[in-house]
């Protein structure tokens, strides 16, 4: 287009400054992109070590299970959400709670019995994968039992170790049973270190007297899908029955998260102003420098939309340079750091604030949000910013224009 | 077995209540630290043996365990279920702040954590804490009359207790409500550290018991779950026998 | 044929800090198709600001002003902005280029504007190059092109539309006079050629000489009218 032909010749009128605005754009446009492409992987890091482990990001409760954790208060059609979550693609795990009492020896300790299904929370979860000692629940039955790291401690107990459960079943009598430890898990978070006592849904089953309760279903779609739409599928799938997500789970994490999210568009603005700030003052200098010759093209007849093309033509064509070059850079940095990271363990190991979870090496997600909403956002500020002197330019008096020189 | 509130204690409570001597009241005119103690007196002895049975319903289940006890002194006893068959053999020993659980199907003994002391007994409405306590009422609590005549026909003393500041108990407020002449009490009411009422015991049926006029019925009724409660009867009951102190050791819970 | 410049009365104040110049004090001014015309009159005289109101790029304080049958009072910014684009060439001391664009480029400007396809753009363009004694040097930029050359340049965007009129502003103020004897050339062929309608201001003796028709402006009024210099007074 001869528009933006004789605006790259125009911008080269002055190659210095062209070059160090492109320059300054690039560079902004680098640490933005990098910067956002570090902080979406923390982001997407912490809440998928928090998710993924068991939490999952959405969770189905009966109502009112959330209040009192009532035994009684048992999801209705559990089946009809795992269907759905099935053919959606995402993974659910049905899970059956209850308080209990595990001993071993002269030990004792109250802990949370979680009626699990080993095949579904491998499929869904990496709670599997963080076995310290022994092993996961096997897909059968077997009167095995996996322990959090501090209930195993209060306990003394082994792998090997032999537990007395005691629990009130739903027929009000004292379930009792003897459960084998098969494993011990990592640390894993507080609340399931201090207490989790895992078994399998049918041995659950029988020691409870439940009939099969399940007191909750958590669906993980490990990012793919977003939260409000896995959130309205499980609506969907449990009418009148509460649907939370881990935003609701995790309100302190949540707001955290949220926070950042803010402090990012709030340190990405400042970003995007140095650099339209700057392409903003090129602009007016090259508008000011070039008034006689918008008189002039005032005078033989063009109107105000062309002065205002041509000049956003060139902020456009230094934006776009400057973005993409940027971006270029930036991508491939990002890249890098989605590759290797950022090895924060000698200054500080896993480490976990809010009840988020931070990988020991910090590594950087490239995602539309981290990446190209960045890029897009800078390229569409800067071309802002030359609307300033492009309306100046339009609106130059011609004989005025002319006379100056 | 958890939030199951005070239930399980009740039991345990009775049982030990159930152990002690108490002076006959008879005499006119107790001050109230007087008739505080023969309420907490009424049922124990220097030991006690018994038969009993305890119904418990709540919004999702009901039964009824007929169970077996013995206890000396004030901080002994063991209590063993008879029936149901399913729990049969099940037995509850206590020494002191000690509690443990012998569980027949998987022959084991299990000792409760302190943790757990707060949790229901047996999943009654009495918590494993009322089975152990063991202190009198006037020594944890202040307390004086806040009522005497005449009320719902019967004449009545009630006396309201008030925890002293640094009185292990969870209660904010007890208050007990005797027949005044014989000082037998007709309800003991706990209320919350809010001053909620949280639940109520209710002594009726009252009969002779091991030689001793006394109420052989108890009712705890949780404020919280309407519907619910747990109702203990005395069947059987003998006090200041003879009981070796093997009779509460760890082997013969198992027994 | 129809008058194609008639000014009527015109009168321009300029106001600044409550000081009220009288730029032009009441000029009427006639022109017809094929004229060659020149306004002289010492600088301050009023030249320019009536050349910049004849062509549109001025509003008089008072009087009218009609160019190719248009009333340019009553016309807005854009229309005025369309008549010049479509009646008028302009041509003006000097820096009349585009320094960005080539010969060829600053001379198919006004073409561009109107959406004169690119191919009718060239034919024309190359025409009047070659006419202008440019030829070969189409896809030159200006710097590579002397003072005269540019001039050149300018008038062939000026002409290349084929406007009803010119206006050209001390066009050959900025060259040396031998060069301002062949612009003169230049524009008189194409006003004995073509029909091309100029009006020019100036300085230079030598427009003065060759002009058809000089109009002596001084202190805003006009001052003489006629033929050649012998006609009016005072210059």
Known sequence: MNTLRVAWRNLWRNRRRTLVTLAAVSVCTLILTVIYCLMEGLMVGAVANTTNLSLGEVQVYAKGYRHDRSFYKALKDPGAILAAASAAGVGAAPRSYSFGLAALGAKSSGARLWGIDPAAERAAFDLYRHVAQGRFLGDRPEKAVVLGYKLAKSLEARVGSTLVVVVQAADGSLGNDLFKVVGILKSCGAAIDRNAALVHRADFAELLVSGGRIHEVALNSRGRMPLEKLRALAAAAAPGQEVTTWRVIMPAASDMLNVWDSMMWLFGLVFILAAALGLMNTMLMATFERIREFGIIRALGATTWRILADVTGEAMILSLLGTGLGALLGLAVSQYLVVHGLDMSSLAGSYSVGGLTFDPVWRATLSLRSFLEPVLLMFGVCLLASIYPAILAARLDPVRAINRV | MQSKSKLAGALLGAALWLAAAAPAAGAAGLTPRQILDHVDDLFRGKSSQGLMTMTVVTKHWQRTLTMQWWSKGKDRSLVRILAPKKEAGTATLRVGNNVWNYLPKVKRVIKLPSSMMSGSWMGSHFTNDDLVKESRMADDYTFKITFQGVRDGREIIEITCRPKPDAAVVWGQVRVVVQAGDYLPLFMRYFDEDLHPARTMYFTNVGDLGGRRLPRTMKMVPQDKPGEYTLVTYQKMRFDLELADSVFSLRSLRD | ?235
């Open chain 3, 1 to 235: 044929m129809s008058t194609l410049v008639k000014a009527t009365d015109i009168t321009k104040d300029y106001g600044q800090d409550g000081v009220v110049t009288h730029a032009l004090r009441g000029v009427s001014l006639s022109l017809q198709p094929g004229e060659f015309a020149a306004m002289v009159g010492p600088s301050g005289s009023g030249k320019s600001t009536l050349l910049n109101i004849i062509g549109g790029l001025d509003r008089p304080t008072s009087g009218t002003v009609e160019v190719d049958g248009q009333r340019l009072n009553d016309l807005g910014k854009s229309a005025l902005g369309e008549l010049r684009r479509d009646h008028i060439g302009f041509i003006f001391q000097s820096y009349n280029l585009l320094p960005v664009l080539t010969a060829r480029e600053n001379a198919e400007y006004v073409l561009r504007l109107q959406g004169v396809p690119a191919a009718e753009r060239r034919r024309r363009v190359t025409e009047v190059l070659a006419e202008v004694g440019l030829a070969g040097m189409e896809d030159r930029f200006p710097r590579q092109l002397s003072g005269g050359q540019q001039q050149r340049v300018a008038i062939a965007r000026a002409v290349a539309p084929e406007p009803a009129l010119v206006l050209a502003d001390e066009p050959t103020a900025n060259v040396d006079s031998k060069t301002g004897q062949s612009l003169l050339d230049l524009m008189l062929r194409l006003n004995q050629d073509k029909g091309v309608t100029f009006l020019f201001s100036t300085h230079d003796p030598a427009v003065m000489q060759r002009a058809r028709r000089l109009i002596l402006l001084k202190d805003g009024e006009v001052a003489g009218d006629g033929e050649g210099l012998e006609d009016i007074d005072g210059v």
